[in-house]
């Protein structure tokens, strides 16, 4: 009998045997950020999708490609805004940095060179020129013998209200010139060129990124993920299907409830209003875009006021929706439709739309 519950940390970064599944997008990755490519990329995605994961699987190969190709991969979470509110935009880029120079002495590189890099750029009082061009020659020492270099920004959305268009303009210098050329890889629910954009600056640091639009999980990869625990059965898996479709969390926060019940409609039950918790959480982050009255609008069928970029990003992009064919769209599951149809018939514009 299965004693360890796959899902018991549902919510969190998925990694090692319990992360299944994304085998294109994995290729697309490493077509990207490997090899003569070598170029930047941007994980787009609602939340809770599997972004971070994805990029996870990445990082989790850092020994090997290391000992393989001499490519040193560091990760650096964004935090929330408030959390840097007494830092230097700058500080970001020391501590990437010191993350370089500590995964090079990990693997036993002779890193006295780049400690004095490090050093030079940790002087807050330096001139940004002067910082910028210290930073450049430091990945350029790396470059020069041999190295590559892999940085994975997480949460990148936190960075929007931060970072300054000089900041976005020394990632391009640092991803862009073939002398110091590194590898940026960003999860994060908007793209890298919406993100730039509410910056306010003029850089095209988003033009040098390959983009992965992440979605549910295929028909494949959620079979891979619910066979992760036995005595899932056919007719558990029609009722995931209505109740949560093929979105990873939801269906992780139902299989953990699953492993100890063993009976799926109680689970489902059971979980309910976390899977509608997570909806209210969906629609926040798309009212910070004003997208969430667009959504509503779709779905209920007016859609004039709905840009052809809106529903792009809605449609295709998102992966809220299904499309059944004939240009025909539908939510990507009951439980969703369900709390649509709640937000249809208590939203104001009801009184101007009609019924449905």
């Known amino acids: 009998m299965q004693t360890n519950n796959p899902f018991a940390s549902a919510g969190t970064i998925v990694n090692g045997d319990l992360f299944v599944g994304r085998s294109v997008e994995l290729t697309e990755v ?17 939340p809770k999708i599997g972004k971070s994961s994805l990029m996870q699987a990445l990082y989790d190969r850092r020994n090997e490609l290391y000992d393989n190709n001499k490519y040193v991969v560091v ?4 935090k929330a805004i408030e959390e840097y509110a007494d830092d230097e935009p700058r500080e970001i880029f020391i501590d990437i940095a010191r993350k370089v120079k500590k995964e090079l002495k990990r693997h036993g590189y002779d890193v006295s060179e780049i400690s004095y890099y490090v050093n030079e750029v940790s002087n807050l009082e330096m001139r940004f020129t002067e910082f910028q061009s210290t930073l450049l020659d430091m990945f350029e020492e790396l470059v020069y013998n041999g190295i590559r270099v892999i940085l994975c920004l997480d949460e990148f959305d936190y960075c929007k209200n931060y970072l300054e268009e000089c900041h976005f303009q020394l990632l391009r210098e640092l991803s862009y010139r073939p002398e110091n050329k590194i590898a940026i ?9 919406d993100i ?16 992965i639009y992440l979605k549910p999980f295929s028909i494949e990869d959620i079979r891979l993920q619910r066979n992760l625990i036995d005595g899932v059965s056919e007719n ?46 969906l629609f926040r982050i798309l009212k910070k875009d004003k997208l969430d009255d667009k959504v509503v609008k779709l779905y209920s069928g007016f859609s004039d006021t709905v840009s052809q970029e809106e529903e792009e990003y809605i449609y295709n992009r998102y992966g809220i ?14 439980t969703f439709e369900q709390y649509l149809s709640q937000l ?13």
């Open 30 to 46: 490493y077509n990207r950020v490997l090899g003569k490519n070598f170029g930047n990329l941007s994980i787009v995605g609602i």
């Open 196 to 211: 730039e954009k509410d910056s306010g600056g003029g850089s095209n640091f988003f033009e040098t990124f390959k983009k």
């Open 321 to 334: 929706f299904d499309n059944i064919g004939d240009n025909k769209y539908v939510p990507f599951c009951d």
């Open 185 to 193: 890889v960003t999860a994060s629910r908007r793209s890298i060129h």
């Open 75 to 78: 990760w650096y979470t964004f």
């Open 236 to 281: 558990d898996c029609i009722l995931l299907d209505k109740a949560v479709g093929r979105h990873p969390y939801l269906n992780a926060i139902i299989l953990d409830e699953f492993f100890n019940t063993r009976d799926m409609k109680s689970s489902i039950d059971k979980q309910i209003n976390s899977v509608l918790t997570h909806y209210d959480y």
């Open 344 to 356: 249809y018939r208590t939203n104001p514009y009801n009184l101007l739309w009609g019924e449905n």
